[in-house]
Every structure is written in structure tokens, then in C-alpha cells.
């Protein structure tokens, strides 16, 4: 089972605003470890969305926003569209684990 | 950009090998200094990181697989690869290929592959 957790499922109306939240430990978020946050679509390539708890890469649209406090992190989705309809990742470091390159539990968004 | 694709059998039977080769295109294998992972999303469940394999050789195995796990690159192809012995329905995944810059995250992924473990 994953150190990280996510809600199962968010969901929105086109154009809205929905958070996405990732709970870590001490061993993980807490400890300053960055997060970064995955988009998987069916049939795709999985795109990394935000790096370094708050970077986005080159072409990912300013909507996705990632932010970390204490041992949390979240992904907000603003202007919420169609194309946005996915499961999405958290991923960190967990100083605990011999297997340290942890997955949250994976949340997916319905545009409504 | 760099892009991936993996390829291999989707079917494999109990206790023989899962074989998967990630082709990489839009860069050198060797250029750089890539991470070069496979990581797998078992039926319904989240994704575990497999392994790692250094552009430099060195590898960095899930100590829950080890035992059973090679991770090879082939700079000569443009390619790496993931062999993983002994397999059983809990082996039953889409296998990724991805790569990054840091080990910490993934840049690039392939779209996966997935790999049944039947009789």
C-alpha cells in the first residue's frame, strides 16, 4: 500500500477549479522531499505535470499549479477542461523505504 | 524530446521470463546523464517503481523484485531493457518505460505495455 494518499476521485464543472491533494508522512513531504505530480490519460504516455513540488515543464498549461506544506501537497487544476479528464499521480522520496521512489494512490477527475 | 516506446510479449506464462525492451528515440541512450526506469501499475492498483539503470551502468533495483530482476541497456540499439524471472499472476501489470534527468522524478515515459501472466 502507498505512503501517500489521495482522494479517489474529484470532480468539476468545465472552467472550475478543483484541488488535488497528496498526504505524506515524516518520512516522505515532511521531510522536505519535493513532490511531483503525474497526468495518466488511457493509451498515452503518462506526462509529468509539475516537478519540484511547484515547477511545471516546458508546455504544460499555467492552469496545473502544485504547492507543499508540512506534509502535504496538492495539485490545482484551474479553468478546468475535458481534456483534463484523467487519473493523476503524486510521487516523492521516502527516506523509510529501501524501494524510496513512492506513488501516492492516484486520483481521478471527472469534468462534469 | 525524448520519446519511448516499450515492446515485448503481452502474454508470458507462470514461472517462465518477462522480457521487455524500451526503445528510446529523440536522444542518446548515452547522452547526458539519464535515469533509465521501469515502473508498472498492477489491475486497479497505483504504480511501483521497478528499477533504475544509470546511463553510467550502475543500477538501482525495488528490493521486493531484485531477486528476480535485470535491468540491461544496449547503447548500440538505443535501447534498455527489463527481464524479470519467475513471474506470477501478481506480476500481471502495464510495464512503463520512463526516464529522467534526476532520479527523483520522470521526465519521459512510454505509453506502457501490458503483460499478462496466464497459462
Known amino acids: 500500500q502507498s505512503v501517500l494518499t489521495q482522494p479517489p476521485s474529484v470532480s468539476g464543472a468545465p472552467g472550475q477549479r478543483v484541488t488535488i491533494s497528496c498526504t505524506g508522512s515524516s518520512s516522505n513531504i515532511g521531510a522536505g522531499f519535493d513532490v511531483h505530480w503525474y497526468q495518466l490519460l488511457p493509451g498515452t504516455a503518462p506526462k509529468l505535470l509539475i516537478y519540484g513540488s511547484n515547477h511545471r515543464p516546458s508546455g504544460v498549461p499555467d492552469r496545473f499549479s502544485g504547492s507543499k506544506s508540512g506534509t502535504s501537497a496538492s495539485l490545482a487544476i484551474t479553468g478546468l477542461q475535458a481534456e483534463d479528464e484523467a487519473d493523476y499521480y503524486c510521487q516523492s522520496y521516502d527516506s523509510n523505504l529501501s524501494a524510496p521512489y513512492v506513488f501516492g494512490t492516484g486520483t481521478k477527475v471527472t469534468v462534469l | 524530446q525524448v520519446q519511448l516506446q516499450e515492446s515485448g510479449p503481452g502474454l508470458v506464462k507462470p514461472s517462465q521470463t518477462l522480457s521487455l525492451t524500451c526503445t528510446v528515440s529523440?536522444?542518446?541512450?548515452?547522452?547526458?546523464?539519464?535515469?533509465w526506469n521501469w515502473i508498472r501499475q498492477l489491475p486497479g492498483k497505483g504504480l511501483e517503481w521497478i528499477g533504475y539503470i544509470h546511463y553510467s551502468g550502475s543500477t538501482y533495483y525495488n528490493p521486493s523484485l531484485e531477486s528476480r530482476l535485470t535491468i540491461s541497456v544496449d547503447t548500440s540499439k538505443n535501447q534498455f531493457s527489463l527481464k524479470l524471472s519467475s513471474v506470477t499472476a501478481a506480476d500481471t501489470a502495464v510495464y512503463y518505460c520512463a526516464g529522467g534527468l534526476t532520479p527523483y522524478y520522470f521526465d519521459y515515459w512510454g505509453q506502457g505495455t501490458l503483460v499478462t501472466v496466464s497459462s
Open positions: 529523440g536522444g542518446s541512450i548515452r547522452s547526458g546523464a539519464y535515469y
